[in-house]
């Protein structure tokens, strides 16, 4: 169960943010115990690999907090973050941590393929709902709400990769937050068209 809420809660993150989840998972398996990677995912440990998912990170991080260069950067992310999400997935499922001791075989047995797969779903998810999500921030703020946006994401995907793998029963309470939000968005781009459609209405009247 705390395996799938570590996978669950890493994925969730590479959906806000492909690199953070990746370089948290490597940096504390390369210079804590809280967590052991297995045969197969070491080399999110790897110096190399850090490096350069800190370099990735940065670009991002930057991308990701200018209007319209934000817009591009979703369109490119579309396929970069479900494929983190499915790497963070994996390698969280299979790994020790302080809260798994011995991960549960389904996914081991399964190979690697079916946890990268569910971890990917998750992420676009995520990923889809931010990209909608964006769009309707910047056009209410005069875009001035865009690295508000991207500094809060930020920091949900750096704390919710730390939960998940310290505090995995914590995800819970982030999965519940994500509905929420998704509730709230759902009715706010309903709102914006009924406004839309009835200025249009006007324009013609006029």
Do not use: C
């Not at 990701?64 to 396929?79: F, G, L, S, Y």
């Not at 399964?110 to 909608?132: D, E, F």
């Not at 946006?149 to 919710?160: H, Q």
């Amino acid at each position: 169960m705390f395996e799938l809420l570590t996978g669950t809660g890493l994925a969730a993150s590479a959906g806000l943010n492909a690199y953070i989840p990746l370089l948290v998972t490597g940096l504390l398996a390369r210079y804590t115990s809280v967590i052991d990677l297995p045969a197969g995912w070491e080399w999110l440990g790897n110096g190399w690999m850090l490096t350069v998912l800190a370099v990735l990170l940065v670009v991002e991080f930057v991308a990701d907090k200018v209007p319209v260069v934000d817009h591009v950067n979703d369109v490119v992310q579309t396929a970069i973050r479900p494929t983190a999400g499915g790497l963070a997935f994996g390698a969280g499922t299979a790994a020790e941590t302080v809260t798994v001791s011995d991960p549960d075989s389904f996914f081991a047995s399964s190979g690697q393929w079916l946890p990268v797969v569910v971890g990917a779903l998750i992420a676009l998810g995520v990923h889809l709902l931010k990209s909608a999500a964006r769009p309707v921030i910047n056009a209410t703020t005069a875009g001035f709400g865009a690295p508000v946006a991207s500094t809060a994401e930020d920091a949900t995907s750096v704390l919710m990769s730390l939960v998940a793998i310290l505090l995995p029963v914590l995800v819970l309470a982030f999965l519940v937050g994500f509905v929420f939000f998704l509730i709230w968005f759902l009715r706010r781009w309903r709102e914006r068209r009924r406004e839309r459609a009835a200025a249009r209405a006007a324009g013609f009247r006029v």
